[in-house]
């Protein structure tokens, strides 16, 4: 029994006219008359009673296209599930991110995504550092990744999404927190808070930047997360430059103030490098389209 007979045979019993069934199916009827006597053969059943006046479904016949109809549904859904996934409109992707992007990009990744690809899933992995979001990737227990460049190790492309201001965070009584814009230079004499990591991009990024600005910020203590760093600010025990992005994680006792000097920090999207993933290469399309659409004009430039 080949599935062309079970079209050929619901196209009949939908009708119960072998010339109008023959039409619909774009074949000659004797053709289909032929492939109708070759099912009932294979299933040793008669399907239809035949008479010059009409053709009407026998018992059997009536069970047969129940069930033919399931079949064909089946396979077409199976067809249709396949095609999607082979384009990258289905399927799972296990999404990590670092620190501060859960709090600020993940609510616009899950949404474009959900519009672009309503039939891809997201399994989010946050608050993972570079390196380890690196070394998952290669694993393969993570298919996307939101981090910091540059990547560590190879075999990672990458693409950048976002280019943050570094700004300062202060607690609420500082001496800073009522002045609208900072310099670098103001924090010489402070004690800073980063991060624990010792990869941390972040923390390598304000290195850079106050280097350049002619000293050496001395680190008091290190928080494993960024809700840490910023409960250390308000308790007035240093101050940090951070992402901007940490605007939407905000603390009571905590100011934050825009850096003159301050530099800045990249967010990418990173995946394995050579991978056959047809929903990876999807998302990633989507979301390098619609996350720089939503970036400050500025953002768009550096893009």
């Not at 500082?174 to 002045?179: D, S, V, W």
Request: aromatic content about 4%; charged content about 20%.
């Amino acid at each position: 029994m080949e599935l062309r007979h079970l079209r050929y045979f619901l196209a009949v019993a939908e009708t119960c006219h072998f010339g109008q069934a023959a039409e619909q199916l774009h074949i000659a009827q004797p053709a289909l008359s032929y492939a109708i006597r070759q099912l009932e053969n294979d299933l040793d059943a008669t399907l239809f009673t035949r008479t010059t006046r009409q053709v009407s479904l026998t018992p059997a016949g009536e069970f047969l296209r129940i069930e033919a109809a399931r079949i064909l549904d089946g396979v077409d859904a199976a067809q249709r599930g396949v095609r999607r996934i082979a384009a990258g409109r289905s399927g799972l992707v296990r999404l990590g991110l670092t620190g501060t992007a859960a709090f600020s990009h993940l609510p616009k990744i899950a949404r474009i995504v959900r519009q672009e690809l309503p039939a891809v899933a997201l399994d989010i992995h946050a608050d993972m550092l570079t390196p380890a979001q690196c070394d998952a990737l290669r694993a393969g227990t993570l298919d996307l990744a939101v981090l910091r460049p540059p990547a560590t190790g190879t075999d990672i492309e990458a693409r950048v999404i976002d280019v943050e201001p570094l700004i300062l965070a202060v607690s609420a009584d500082h001496r800073l927190a009522a002045e609208p814009v900072v310099s670098l230079a103001d924090l010489r004499t402070e004690p800073f808070i980063g991060y624990a990591a010792q990869d941390s991009a972040v923390n390598d990024a304000v290195m850079r930047s106050c280097r350049r600005a002619g000293f050496v910020p001395h680190r008091e203590h290190g928080a494993p997360g960024t809700a840490v760093l910023l409960a250390l600010v308000a308790a007035g025990l240093g101050v940090a430059v951070v992402p901007a992005s940490v605007r939407a994680l905000p603390l009571r006792g905590v100011v934050f103030r825009d850096l003159v000097d301050g530099g800045t920090v990249e967010l990418a999207l990173a995946w394995r490098a050579g991978a056959d993933q047809p929903v990876v290469d999807a998302v990633v399309a989507v979301l390098s389209a619609g996350l720089t659409d939503l970036a400050n004009p500025e953002v768009q430039e550096l893009l």
